[in-house]
């Protein structure tokens, strides 16, 4: 791999890690619609760029889930109660949202990542919070939920923060509590994201060397390093600071980066 092309992977984890700490997400929104940007230049096959970029996203949100969800629970911000209920679900429904995406084309893979976007950048811009009106359900419902969130981060890459934040926070969860226990979240649907995809593109042709299935291994690799540094970072952030402003400023980019997505793959 070319000197520029590591810089840019490296980049590229900086930022995801920092933002994966400070909202609780995985990072895929950005991730995802940078690497499809990345492995078209790369010259890629294009029918398989946006599975690629769900695959290699989801790989390396494992080690920002890691971090992530450390550092949360060295603040006491984790509900391990809660991990423990929504894991299984979570699992199931990520890996067999996999199989559901290897079906599909890259444009509506695409079209649906970046409606999503749209909704989570429009959720962030206007502070759209749940108000507490119930308590947490008990292990078969958190189950439940988990498996539903887990299949729509499977198909759009995330950690599922933009899902399991509000649900927590309208189940009276605290707001920081419910960021921490979206990032341990995170963890199992980043594994079975990344085994879903692997399996998936087991017999897929074209892929460049040192891919792995749909996993393109250096792009994951070089990604995690600066990522599992930078998350605790945007941790120790969402513990001392408002985020309101930057939320707003992050939304802009969601959008910015799902058009930018939407535009890539229509013009291939």
């Not at 962030?124 to 308590?135: D, G, V």
């Not at 120790?236 to 959008?255: E, M, N, Q, R, Y």
């Amino acid at each position: 791999m070319e000197i520029q092309w590591v810089l840019v992977y490296l980049s590229l984890g900086a930022v995801v890690g920092f933002f994966a700490g400070l909202f609780g997400i995985g990072g895929g929104g950005i991730m995802v619609p940078v690497l499809t940007s990345l492995f078209v230049m790369q010259g890629f096959p294009v029918e398989h760029i946006v599975h690629a970029a769900l695959a290699t996203s989801m790989a390396a949100i494992i080690t920002t889930s890691i971090s992530s969800f450390r550092a949360h629970h060295q603040q006491g911000a984790v509900n391990w109660s809660v991990v423990k209920g929504m894991s299984l679900g979570i699992f199931l429904g990520t890996l067999a949202a996999t199989f559901i995406a290897a079906q599909l084309s890259s444009l509506p893979l695409a079209i649906f990542f970046s409606l999503f976007m749209f909704y989570v950048a429009i959720q962030m811009l206007l502070n759209i919070k749940p108000k507490p009106s119930r308590q947490l359900p008990n292990h078969l419902g958190l189950s439940l939920v988990g498996s539903g969130i887990g299949a729509v981060s499977a198909l759009v890459a995330i950690g599922g923060g933009s899902l399991t934040v509000p649900f927590l926070t309208w189940c009276n969860v605290k707001i920081q509590h419910a960021i921490g226990t979206s990032a341990a979240i995170g963890l199992p649907i980043a594994l079975a994201g990344t085994l879903g995809y692997f399996i998936n593109g087991l017999n897929t042709y074209g892929m460049p060397d040192f891919s792995l299935g749909y996993l393109y291994l250096p792009a994951v690799l070089l990604i995690s390093i600066v990522s599992y540094f930078t998350a605790p970072l945007g941790v120790k952030l969402a513990h001392k600071l408002p985020v309101s402003i930057l939320k707003k400023l992050f939304s802009g980019l969601l959008i910015l980066l799902a058009l930018k997505m939407l535009h890539t793959v229509l013009i291939h």
